[in-house]
């Protein structure tokens, strides 16, 4: 959100909190910019946001969990140690709740509506938020590129940390090994180890895969590639691709 060059995000977390309170529901602020509501199990998070100042506008950006598939939220917060390793940056886990588990009549419009009197109320003034997306970009100098510019790959994940990356799989024909080091979301190490009987295509693509972004459509071409350059084995490398690239989705 927009606001004043004083403007910080306690002041968000404040209003925040106060909107929640409005629907029955009271929440505390933690150390770590995050929402948590104390039950009978103890603290529990709902919310984490994230802010950021320029000289004439504050950032201010947020979730709630409403009603989230918490199950889904585990797998994405706990990947497999085996498989994930990132190098200068220690995740906890954060132990999360729905409002929808505190307060089952809660609805995602009624949460809205909350948030904006709060900010009205806060202000003293009442207007028409505005909604920003693909379809309808605000009339402000240089946005359409600032926002092509954070909507793009490098900007999301090329500047991530560098991380090492272990997948393996096992095929009717045999086993794959493919350990990957990424440096600014590109491959700069690739080894494959199997023990097909017909290893020259892995070991191709090990060799081709360095220097290459780490993201599926990036390797796409250099499969099928591979595959082209080694015919006899096409059935079994359509197999390879299918899987590899299911992997990095």
Not at 34 to 55: F, M
Not at 178 to 192: A, K, L, T
Request: glycine residues 6%; negative net charge.
């Amino acid at each position: 959100m927009a606001g004043k060059p004083d403007y910080d995000k306690s002041v968000s977390t404040h209003i925040i909190l106060q909107a929640l309170q409005a629907t029955g529901l009271v929440a505390e602020a933690s150390g770590r910019n995050d929402l948590v509501v104390n039950t009978t199990e103890g603290w529990r998070k709902i919310s984490g946001s994230a802010y950021r100042e320029t000289p004439d506008r504050g950032f201010h950006h947020g979730t709630i969990l409403i009603n989230a598939d918490l199950s889904r939220l585990a797998d994405y917060l706990n990947p497999d140690a085996k498989k994930l390793q990132a190098k200068g940056i220690t995740s906890v886990r954060a132990r999360v709740t729905n409002l929808a588990e505190l307060m089952p009549d809660i609805r995602y419009e009624a949460v809205c509506q909350a948030i904006k009197e709060a900010f009205f109320d806060h202000f003293g003034a009442r207007c028409e938020p505005e909604f920003i997306s693909p379809d309808a970009l605000p009339d402000l100098p240089g946005f359409t590129a600032q926002f092509s510019h954070q909507r793009s790959w490098a900007w999301n994940f090329g500047q991530a940390p560098d991380f090492s990356h272990l997948l393996d799989q096992r095929f009717v024909w045999g086993g794959v090994e493919i350990h990957f080091d990424v440096e600014r979301g590109v491959i700069s190490r690739c080894q494959i180890f199997s023990d097909s009987l017909n290893p020259a295509p892995l070991e191709a693509l090990a060799q081709r895969l360095q220097g290459v972004s780490y993201r599926p459509d990036a390797l796409e071409p250099v499969l099928h590639q591979l595959i082209r350059d080694f015919p006899l084995q096409a059935t079994e490398l359509t197999e390879l691709q299918q899987w590899l690239i299911n992997s990095l989705r």
